[in-house]
């Protein structure tokens, strides 16, 4: 249904629901970036506002640290070995809530949808979303190897941080 969308109703609708469409499987990563970043920004201006006022909750902070880590991570450039133009991160999660506030976020490096190799980087289940700066520096460097290993082939890596261990194991035993 969304590739039947003109822009100006896939813009009405990610501009109205971004945060569902952000959580949704199944549309596009690319608009699924659309609409995490403009979750994202949200967050973090009004966050930060909280921060500056000097009326920021206590349970919010992890929230903040979060939202600024992806922040972050998504300022990194990766520069295709191959074709040496810029590769730009997709921001495919980004909840900074989930999970008791240690946070979920993904960031692809490629288009996952339209990468002829897919690769996820899954790094823990301790790790916070505050890791994902340096996380995505194994992400980025999947990416590489992979174009360089195959420069015919396209390449997606994905960083994915947050995942709900206890709750996958407890529907598995069911």
Known sequence: WWAKLTPAESYAVLAATHEEKGEAEGLPAEVRDEANRALLISDL???????SEGRLPA???????????ANEALGN???????????PPLLHVYDPDAFGGDGAVAIAYGNPDTADNVATIVPGTTVKGTSITSDANNA????TSARVSDPKASAAAI???GYDVA???TNRRQ
């Open 45 to 51: 201006e009004a966050l930060e506002l909280l921060e």
């Open 59 to 69: 349970d919010l902070q992890d929230t903040l640290d979060n939202a600024r880590a």
């Open 77 to 87: 450039l990766v520069i295709d070995p191959v074709t040496s133009e810029k590769v």
């Open 140 to 143: 980025e460097n999947v990416y």
């Open 159 to 161: 960083i994915w941080i």
């Open 167 to 169: 709750n996958k194991l």
